[in-house]
């Protein structure tokens, strides 16, 4: 409830404030992108039947394609606030790779779109035979909606649009739309979170045939701002519990449902992941005594309802499981309960370690179709880094002006070796914010940030276009750490970073900004996507493969360089047959900038100032020679 709390007076404080710190919406969606290329949606052969219903309470981030006709809408548990079940269908101003729609621009545009599959409305199917629907049957489409949730709240000029499709006269119209409002403005008209919207299909003629539909879509525009780099996606919607049905009225509003009203969260005190080693330290001092679980009795009915939830080694033979027992469960109300963490993990070799959490409702409910939605799952994740995020970023963060300095604190439970750190940057309109800076460290001076350990050369935002994929920002040599330390960035221009935030877990107090006049904390409610890679080391780089055995180090002159040309010499023991030879050069990211058939003189004129990898590796990738390759001009 303390997250919820704080999660609200960041909604409702305004977005842009004097303040040189900004948070704003996001143009990219890279859950959404990463699965795009592997997503298609299905065609149904055969028309759906009444009932249709969808809470979107199903763990995937595109809509049921047993249900809905397309899939630009983002299906999530992160954009929320309050819903009435985990888990709704987010309108915004992203298409279906995660990317700002073409003609999005200032003066409105219409963005997602979720269309059901089309719908028998000529008969309903019963007794084992179909039966003519007719108007007495009394046919209801309903649902929730939400302006806002924890995005950006749509404009007065902005819209939600419900559209019925008439198989009769192939055509659309428009039977029910909102205008815009802040998330805010929409509690203190209605006095809910989360309003339901009742409506009746009496038009027999229109729409009871083959092929109804039914439409969602909104009406969106893009922030008109004299900073690109703050251009964003805005305008957030969201859609739950969707029902469509016979035999209904305008009472009709509440369900025998008992349901998850929140996701399932990290057994951690500290942090959202940790690495396996740094856990293992002090397993009692990180784990939380508690989980909280949030569970909603849609019905006006008291039912006896229990609780459990299970453990599971991914990959191994452990588990657990916790059952809570069983007890009565008065209609209309939310319970917020802890549940107890009365397990300690298993010991397990190796460096990293993977657990699933299955929480479960057992419902004492006769008539309760609903069943999705009394599961709910979370994947503790013990691998090489700490992160305080979910993975998912609600918004963008970042500095201004010039020189703005930025820190993220962490604290170690032992001495460790840093690595990497992964960011994710949100992508903005036209890139706007790829603007360079300098990835810093510091160590600490009693709760703040003291002196600089390590920077990086300049460096820019990189982007990766796939599920919660962070991009590696390698150190150019490892760093020893112990105790606290912060990571973060010197920017060298005003422009904004638009770094990943995540509004849903509250770390307010280990983000730090200084603009100039000393450092202070941040006075927005989140996360930082911000995660430090500690470990062994990593592997040299992606592109080579991960069989190649390094036979000695090639030589290169001159080395640092500030010309335009490098000389190369192979090992005495090296393949003689340097046709078979190839040369790859990659930057501190790991990010490969050269790819060709070996030669003694290779030309670096039109690389930037920077430290690189040179590999000469063979065709089969099992032999390969390296070097570091200083560039300064």
């Excluded at 459990?308 to 009565?328: F, P």
């Excluded at 001495?415 to 309109?429: E, G, M, S, W």
Aim: aromatic content about 16%.
């Amino acid at each position: 409830m303390k997250n919820k709390i704080l999660l609200l007076i960041i909604l409702l404080f305004p977005a842009f404030s004097f303040s040189q710190e900004i948070v704003t919406g996001l143009s990219t969606n890279a859950l959404l992108k990463g699965h795009a290329k592997a997503h298609s949606h299905k065609t149904a052969s055969n028309m759906l039947r009444l009932p249709f219903f969808d809470d979107f309470s199903e763990t995937n981030i595109y809509p049921n394609d047993s249900l809905w006709a397309d899939s630009n809408v983002f299906i999530n548990s992160a954009y929320e606030f309050s819903p009435v079940t985990v888990g709704v269908a987010t309108f915004d101003a992203l298409n279906d790779t995660g990317a700002l729609y073409q003609n999005a621009d200032a003066y409105g545009f219409t963005a997602d779109t979720l269309t059901s599959k089309p719908i028998r409305l000529d008969s309903v199917f019963q007794s084992g035979s179909w039966a003519p629907l007719k108007k007495s049957d009394s046919v209801y489409f309903s649902f929730y909606y939400q302006p806002q949730g924890t995005g950006n709240a749509p404009e007065t000029d902005d819209s939600l649009v419900l559209e019925f499709y008439s198989p009769k006269t192939a055509t659309w119209s428009s039977v029910w739309s909102s205008e815009g409002m802040t998330l805010a403005q929409f509690h203190s008209r209605y006095n809910v979170w989360f309003k339901q919207v009742m409506i009746p299909i009496s038009d027999s003629t229109s729409y009871f045939h083959k092929g109804f539909q039914f439409r969602f879509y909104n009406w969106a525009s893009l922030a008109n701002n004299s900073m690109p780099s703050w251009a964003g996606n805005v305008d957030q919607w969201n859609i739950d519990y969707v029902y469509l049905n016979k035999n209904r009225n305008m009472a009709d509003s509440v369900y025998k449902d008992i349901a998850f009203a929140a996701p399932a969260t990290s057994v951690l005190k500290n942090y959202y992941s940790m690495p396996w080693s740094q856990f293992n330290v002090d397993p009692a001092a990180e784990l939380k005594d508690s989980l909280l679980t949030e569970i909603f009795n849609l019905d006006t009915v008291t039912y006896n309802t229990s609780y459990d939830y299970c453990v599971t080694q991914i990959g191994g033979a452990w588990n657990h499981c916790y059952t809570g027992g069983s007890a009565n469960f008065p209609g209309q109300t939310m319970q917020i309960k802890n549940r107890p963490v009365n397990f300690s993990f298993p010991t397990v070799a190796g460096d990293s370690a993977d657990f699933l959490f299955t929480h479960f409702i057992k419902e004492g409910i006769n008539g309760d179709d609903h069943r999705k939605n009394d599961t709910i799952y979370f994947e503790q994740k013990f691998y090489d880094y700490y992160a305080y995020d979910d993975g998912v970023a609600e918004a963008g963060y970042g500095l201004t002006p010039a020189n703005s300095m930025l820190a993220y604190k962490f604290t170690l439970n032992k001495p460790d070796t840093l690595r990497a750190v992964k960011i994710f940057f949100n992508q903005t309109l036209n890139n706007a914010s790829k603007q360079f800076f300098k990835l810093t460290l510091w160590d600490d001076a009693g709760g703040h940030p003291g002196n600089v350990i390590w920077h990086s050369l300049s460096i820019k935002p990189q982007y990766e276009d796939s599920l919660n994929k962070f991009y590696n920002y390698r150190l150019d040599t490892a760093r020893a750490l112990s105790g606290t330390f912060y990571v973060g960035w010197k920017q060298m221009t005003d422009d904004f970073l638009n770094i990943g935030f995540d509004r849903n877990n509250d770390e307010h107090s280990k983000i730090f900004f200084n603009t100039g006049t000393g450092w202070q904390n941040s006075m927005y409610s989140g996360a930082l996507m911000i995660r430090p890679v500690f470990g062994k080391p990593l592997p040299l780089v992606a592109g080579i493969s991960e069989m190649a055995q390094t036979k000695g180090e090639i030589k290169a002159y001159p080395n640092p360089s500030s010309g335009n040309n490098i000389t190369l010499v192979l090992p005495a023991e090296a393949n003689k047959d340097v046709s078979k030879l190839r040369i790859h050069l990659f930057d501190m990211l790991g990010k490969e900038v050269c790819n060709y058939p070996y030669r003694n003189n290779i030309d670096v004129s039109q690389l930037q100032n920077g430290i690189y990898l040179l590999s000469v590796t063979s065709e089969t990738a099992r032999q390969s020679y390296f070097t570091r390759l200083s560039i300064v001009k």
